[in-house]
């Protein structure tokens, strides 16, 4: 019971940041730092909304229990390609505050969905 307690609540998290970032992602006209920071990692701005329509799908896929491992597969996948752009622009910063994030979904890989029968 516990381990379904904890895996929810990290769910809710995760489901709850693919939203806001994909949210985010959609308004980066009126965050200039937003731009500059997807412009040093070398993302063009036609490609901005992509990467917001895909941040908000993972937040989808990751309430239903079939792509549930999809959904985090794709998410881990995201994260480390935005650590090795990181570290290609030389921003070793960004790519170290990238590893709790990158922890996130391979955790719930571990835990499995909540409640499944």
């Known amino acids: 019971m516990a381990k379904n307690i904890i895996t929810l609540v990290l769910l809710i998290i995760s489901v709850a940041l693919s939203f806001k970032h994909g949210w985010d992602t959609f308004n980066y006209k009126k965050n200039p730092e937003s731009l500059k920071m ?29 792509t549930f491992f999809a959904a985090n597969l794709l998410n ?17 910063k960004m790519a170290f505050i990238e590893i709790p994030f990158l922890a996130l979904p391979l955790i719930l890989i571990w835990l499995k969905y909540p409640f499944k029968n």
């Open 38 to 66: 997807m412009n040093a990692l070398g993302i063009s701005e036609p490609l901005i909304p992509f990467f917001g329509v895909l941040t908000i799908v993972i937040g989808i896929l990751l309430v239903i229990p079939k």
């Open 76 to 92: 881990a996948i995201s994260i480390v390609s935005i650590m090795a752009l990181a570290l290609r622009a030389g921003n070793y």
